[in-house]
């Protein structure tokens, strides 16, 4: 199944199973509170931040396995969202961890080797070509590792193992691994859009500078449902993809009873 007809399924899955927009909400609403409270205490907002770093692979493998029940055909709950959090937490964030090194030795890596050909050259289109290779090199880490949360909730994975299987995953699929983060990132830029524009024609409306709150708020109502759409997609996506292999219906099956059993 290509990135489009998994979009598709998407809505059904929310309209059938709309306990899948609760830990959406709840996980918006604890990404934009600290950004809301630091405009009224830069150390309560930077504490909150911290925090949520480790409470995040909870609410991912939570809702990664809510979304992977809802996608086998399988009656969801919250309780299943517990089950998933408290087995693969720390897996989700080893991760993480691993995942945000990565990332972030590329950064350093690339500013500093931009760092030297600025220095040592004064030519710009050696400059260009550096950030071109530094960019798509970027792209290409986060394109292969994005997934990484999915096969271990989706395959039962450890951490590494997590990344080992995503970069795997897309390497076998990167024509429709490229056309579904094309289609989130249009989906993002629309949301991003309607955001500014109706924060900027609020202000106009007014003649004033709309306040934080009523900003966050805004910010809420729209990121929330498409924070759900998000997992769901990823989900649903990620399962098109290792469709030919033999992926258990059943969610989570890393024990005799399995996780995602709604019995259990």
């Known amino acids: ?20 927009f609760v830990p959406a909400v709840v996980l918006t609403l604890a990404m934009i509170l600290p950004t809301a409270i630091m405009s009224q205490s830069v150390l309560a907002g930077l504490v909150l931040t911290a925090l949520l770093a480790f409470v995040m692979p909870l609410f991912i493998a939570g809702t990664v396995g809510m ?3 809802a ?7 919250l309780s299943s969202f517990v089950r998933y959090g408290k087995q693969y937490y720390l897996s989700v964030f080893g991760a993480y961890l691993l995942f945000t090194a990565i990332v972030s030795t590329l950064q350093m890596g690339g500013g500093f080797l931009g760092g030297i050909i600025a220095v040592t050259t004064e030519s ?3 400059l260009a070509v550096g950030a071109l290779v530094f960019v798509v090199a970027y792209l290409a880490v986060t394109l ?3 997934f990484f949360a999915v096969a271990i909730v989706v395959e039962d994975q450890r951490a590494v193992g997590g990344l080992r299987r995503s970069a795997s995953v897309v390497a076998s699929n990167i024509g429709s691994a490229v056309g579904y983060s094309i289609l989130l990132g249009v989906i993002y830029l629309a949301v991003t859009v309607v955001v500014v524009g109706s924060v900027l024609l609020g202000n106009a409306v007014v003649a004033t500078t709309l306040s934080t709150p009523l900003v966050v708020a805004l910010v809420f109502l729209v990121a929330s449902p498409v924070s759900a759409i998000h997992f769901v997609y990823m989900v649903v996506f990620y399962r098109s993809l290792v469709a030919s292999e033999d992926l258990s219906t059943t969610p989570g099956a890393s024990s005799s009873a399995p996780v995602g059993d709604s019995t259990a």
């Open 71 to 77: 996608a086998s055909s399988t009656k969801t709950s």
């Open 144 to 146: 292969l590792l994005q």
């Open 1 to 20: 199944m290509s990135a489009i007809p998994s979009l598709k399924t998407v809505p059904g899955l929310l309209r059938s199973q709309p306990i899948l």
């Open 67 to 69: 979304a992977h029940e």
């Open 124 to 126: 710009l289109g050696v």
